[in-house]
Antibody, heavy 125, light 105 residues
């Protein structure tokens, strides 16, 4: 069964940095686009960042652009999120999510079909 | 960004009931719409993709419909384990989610 396991969450002071990791197993990691999605306490889901399977294309939510960097190591089946200049509003559970895409007769569609268990990031003094 | 609005924000129902959750997009998204179920302390789980396609392993009492701006998730013959929060998500552009609908059985 495909599996994603996040790590690296911690308590960090405002302005600090943190690096999250996501270890993938039981599927061909290099074939899939990957994302980070976060959830503030008691709130809804917020997409954070995307990386293509070959790492050539990356996208970020406006709320983290310039502060967060997504990367991947296909040789190690690993996804990372480097978070700098952290703010209180970055607090939440961070999930890595695999993006699955399929071509239908009417076009390509994509969805998040596999999620990790999440890792908690708390930004507070 | 495309805004996704779910209604209701929460609802209560009984075992065996049929419930419908609505998701509205701020602009047309064709059928670029997915639904997820999330239980407390757990990761979201994919239920429906491309508005109406049932993910493998998901019970057939879950169904989705809609196109353009208005979408629905319907759960028939509610079971106790369906108690969860349900999220819609558009994949037409940069992904955005609805605020979630909490379902209490």
């Amino acid at each position: 069964e495909e599996r994603l396991v996040e790590s690296g969450g911690d308590l960090v002071q405002p302005g600090g940095s943190l690096r999250l990791s996501c270890a993938a197993s039981e599927f061909t990691f290099s074939s899939f686009e990957m994302n980070w999605v976060r959830q503030a306490p008691g709130k809804g889901l917020e997409w954070v960042s995307y990386i293509s399977n070959d790492a050539k294309t990356k996208y970020y939510a406006d709320s983290v652009k310039g502060r967060f960097t997504i990367s991947r190591d296909n040789g190690k089946n690993s996804l990372s999120l480097q978070m700098n200049s952290l703010r209180a509003e970055d607090t939440g559970v961070y999930y890595c999510a695999r993006e699955f895409a399929r071509r239908f007769s009417y076009g390509r569609r994509a969805w998040f079909d596999t999620w990790g268990q999440g890792t908690l990031v708390t930004v507070s003094s | 960004d495309i805004q996704m609005t779910q209604s209701p924000s929460s609802l209560s129902a009984f075992v065996g009931d049929r419930v419908t959750i609505t998701c509205r997009a701020s602009q047309s998204i064709n059928n670029y719409l997915n639904w997820y179920q999330q239980k407390p302390g757990k990761a979201p789980k994919l239920l429906i993709y491309a508005a109406s396609s049932l993910q493998s392993g998901v019970p057939s009492r879950f169904s989705g419909s809609g196109s353009g701006t208005d979408f629905t998730l319907t759960i028939t013959s509610l079971q106790p384990e369906d108690s969860a929060t349900y999220h819609c998500q558009q994949s037409y552009t940069t992904p955005t989610f609805g605020q979630g609908t909490r379902l209490e059985i």
